[in-house]
């Protein structure tokens, strides 16, 4: 047996200096070392041997297979850095070739705009606020003095989640959630996403964004309201753009206005824009209604404030003249890339 271990060991390692691959090692390993290897089969015949004879060939048997490992390990190494040389002599890299084209991606049109409309706002002292997406029914009509049986709170008008919980309709409840939180002097926007029940079209879709403002302080006045918002739509239109008061009618402001500014693209003239009247519709505004305040714990007869919300993606389409919304929500590169 004793020579049988060593005849294994010879061939073995004969057999090692004669491999070229990785995969040809392999098979040697498998030939002697495997479960069904020449080691392997004569180690099972150490049953038969006697007690004196088992540990000594146990030995033999435990350096012969050392050895084998060992050869196969340092052959592995060569062969690895042959291998590797010969790529290295093989490949050539050319270092001139041009490199893989990095594209940059860009902010969305409403991610634009929003911006736009933030950096316009913060500038005039606005801080900007937050509010859940998954609003309560509370927050979003009842504490904004919507009265019970007003239309929009209609199943489809509006997306509930159950009874008391909806997807919010409009950012006015983040006026709520700031005057509970906040005690005036108040100055906030708040932009984001908001939900209602419509069928898409080119005016509409079930997901769009709006801009909420609020100012609460001691003396501000509709004066302040107009002052404000003349200031943003210059900037957000063009120095030239003048704006207009319409009397109009939300729950949670008293008195309510649509406001409505000076074509930019045809500075007030009449064009396909403006469809000829030379105003577009910007946005809803008006002196919080003092119901709103006492809602929120904030005394109508110290204070007073103004609000108004916008629709940040009818304002884009206007601003780049897009006449489909839904085309900001396709996800095509080829519109997104002109903005
Ligand atoms: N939330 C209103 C809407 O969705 C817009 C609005 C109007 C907001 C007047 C205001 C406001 O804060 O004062 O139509």
Same mark, same amino acid.
């Given at each position: 047996?004793?020579?049988?271990?060593?005849?294994?060991?010879?061939c073995?390692?004969?057999?090692?200096?004669?491999?070229?691959?990785?995969?040809?090692?392999?098979k040697?390993?498998v030939?002697y070392?495997?479960?069904k290897?020449?080691?392997?089969?004569?180690?099972?015949g150490?049953g038969?041997?006697?007690?004196?004879?088992?540990p000594?060939?146990g030995k033999?048997?435990n350096?012969?297979?050392?050895?084998?490992?060992q050869?196969?390990?340092?052959?592995i190494?060569k062969?690895k850095?042959?291998?590797l040389?010969?790529?290295?002599?093989s490949e050539?890299?050319?270092?001139t070739? *041009?490199?893989?084209?990095?594209?940059? %991606?860009?902010?969305?049109?409403?991610?634009q705009?929003?911006? &736009? /409309?933030? $950096?316009i706002f913060?500038?005039?002292?606005?801080?900007?606020?937050?509010?859940?997406?998954?609003?309560s029914v509370y927050?979003n009509?009842?504490a904004?003095n919507a009265?019970k049986?007003?239309?929009s709170?209609d199943?489809?008008?509006?997306?509930?989640?159950d009874?008391?919980t909806?997807?919010?309709?409009?950012t006015?409840p983040?006026?709520?959630?700031?005057?509970?939180?906040?005690?005036?002097?108040?100055?906030?926007?708040?932009?984001?996403?908001?939900?209602?029940?419509?069928?898409?079209d080119a005016t509409h879709? *079930?997901?769009?964004?709006?801009?909420? %403002?609020?100012?609460?302080?001691?003396?501000?006045?509709?004066? &302040? /309201?107009? $002052?404000?918002?003349?200031?943003?739509?210059?900037?957000?239109f063009?120095?030239q753009?003048?704006?207009?008061?319409?009397?109009?009618?939300?729950?949670?402001?008293?008195p309510s206005a649509?406001?409505?500014?000076?074509?930019?693209?045809?500075?007030?003239?009449?064009?396909?824009?403006?469809?000829?009247s030379g105003?577009?519709?910007l946005l809803?505004a008006?002196?919080?209604?003092p119901?709103v305040?006492?809602?929120?714990?904030?005394?109508?007869e110290?204070?007073s404030?103004?609000?108004f919300g916008?629709?940040i993606?009818?304002?884009?389409m206007?601003?780049? %003249?897009?006449d489909?919304i839904?085309?900001?929500?396709?996800? &095509?590169?080829?519109?997104?890339?002109?903005?």
């Amino acid at each position: 047996m004793q020579e049988e271990l060593k005849n294994i060991e010879i061939c073995a390692i004969a057999d090692i200096k004669n491999t070229n691959t990785s995969e040809e090692i392999d098979k040697v390993r498998v030939k002697y070392l495997g479960k069904k290897g020449e080691l392997t089969k004569v180690l099972r015949g150490m049953g038969k041997l006697s007690s004196e004879q088992r540990p000594v060939i146990g030995k033999i048997a435990n350096n012969v297979r050392e050895n084998i490992e060992q050869s196969i390990v340092s052959r592995i190494n060569k062969i690895k850095q042959e291998e590797l040389n010969s790529r290295l002599s093989s490949e050539v890299i050319d270092v001139t070739m *041009p490199g893989q084209k990095i594209t940059l %991606g860009k902010k969305h049109p409403i991610t634009q705009s929003m911006d &736009d /409309l933030i $950096g316009i706002f913060t500038k005039m002292g606005f801080k900007v606020a937050e509010g859940p997406e998954v609003e309560s029914v509370y927050y979003n009509f009842d504490a904004l003095n919507a009265a019970k049986n007003h239309p929009s709170r209609d199943m489809s008008d509006t997306f509930y989640i159950d009874e008391n919980t909806i997807l919010r309709t409009q950012t006015s409840p983040v006026q709520v959630r700031t005057m509970e939180k906040t005690k005036p002097p108040i100055r906030i926007i708040s932009p984001g996403r908001c939900f209602r029940n419509d069928t898409p079209d080119a005016t509409h879709t *079930p997901m769009f964004h709006q801009l909420e %403002g609020l100012v609460v302080d001691k003396g501000i006045t509709l004066g &302040d /309201l107009k $002052g404000t918002l003349e200031v943003f739509a210059k900037y957000f239109f063009g120095s030239q753009t003048k704006i207009k008061f319409r009397p109009h009618y939300f729950p949670f402001t008293e008195p309510s206005a649509e406001v409505d500014a000076t074509c930019f693209k045809c500075t007030g003239k009449g064009c396909s824009l403006c469809k000829g009247s030379g105003w577009i519709e910007l946005l809803g505004a008006g002196m919080v209604h003092p119901n709103v305040l006492r809602n929120c714990n904030i005394d109508p007869e110290i204070y007073s404030g103004f609000a108004f919300g916008m629709g940040i993606d009818r304002l884009t389409m206007m601003k780049y %003249g897009i006449d489909d919304i839904r085309l900001f929500f396709e996800n &095509d590169m080829r519109f997104l890339n002109q903005f």
